[in-house]
């Protein structure tokens, strides 16, 4: 079926290092690739989106590309700081499918 | 502020209650979410509500009990629930009634304990 994996976390960063969480995806069809966020105590928020292959999503110095060949999407970041620290979700939607379907998502802690 | 309101924020219950949980959206959204969060745990959506029409139920025990007044209000009823029913409870809402669009907006949740 359709699916999201994560990389495990936590993921511990310090302040001003780059950042990777890989997200990778199975799909039937051609899905819609997201990262939500949630901070501490809070809902989630959609981060960035990409609806297909080679697009780039970007927000708040976040980014991740769809590739296809790869059927992957990871988040990146060149220069993290302490209120990045927040749990990551990616997630895909399908046409076909009235779902979004999210991944277990990765815990962040950046140390200042 | 998000848009989309929960009430209690934090909620302990023993397993004979009955008690509520709110959602209010002040977004004009057509679809409203219920979401199960545990931890270590993809998110698990629970129920989903098209114009106030339940559009999908994802084989919820019955001891949840959602109920969508209008398209602005939810509700999920909670009766003799176990403690394995302890989690974060969100709320989301979405502007097209259809989740495909992947823009859905979460409320903070609602942290539920059962003793």
């Known amino acids: 079926g359709d699916s999201v994996t994560q990389m495990e976390g936590p993921v511990t960063l310090s302040e001003e290092a780059f950042l990777t969480i890989n997200c990778t995806y199975t799909a039937t069809g051609y899905p819609s690739l997201f990262w939500y966020v949630q901070y501490p105590g809070e809902g989630l928020q959609l981060l960035l989106k990409a609806t297909k292959a080679d697009d780039k999503g970007s927000n708040k110095g976040f980014e991740a590309t769809y590739r296809k060949e790869t059927t992957s999407f990871h988040l990146e970041k060149g220069s993290v700081q302490v209120s990045d620290s927040a749990v990551y979700f990616c997630a895909l939607t399908l046409l076909s499918d009235d779902k979004i379907i999210f991944g277990k998502g990765t815990r962040l802690h950046i140390l200042p | 502020e998000t848009g989309v309101t929960q009430t209690p924020r934090h909620l302990v219950m023993g397993m004979t209650n009955k008690k509520s949980l709110k959602c209010e959206q002040h977004?004009?959204?057509?679809?409203m979410y219920w979401y199960k969060q545990s931890a270590k745990k993809p998110l698990e959506l629970m129920f989903v509500y098209n114009f106030k029409e339940q559009t999908e139920n994802n084989s919820v025990p019955s001891r949840f009990s959602p109920e969508c007044p209008n398209s602005s209000h939810l509700f999920l009823h909670l009766h003799t629930l176990q403690p394995e029913d302890s989690a974060l409870y969100l709320c989301?809402?979405?502007?097209?009634?259809?989740?495909?669009?992947?823009?859905?907006?979460f409320g903070e949740g609602s942290r539920l304990t059962v003793l």
């Open positions: 989301a809402s979405s502007p097209s009634g259809r989740a495909n669009t992947g823009e859905l907006f």
């Open positions: 977004l004009g959204h057509n679809a």
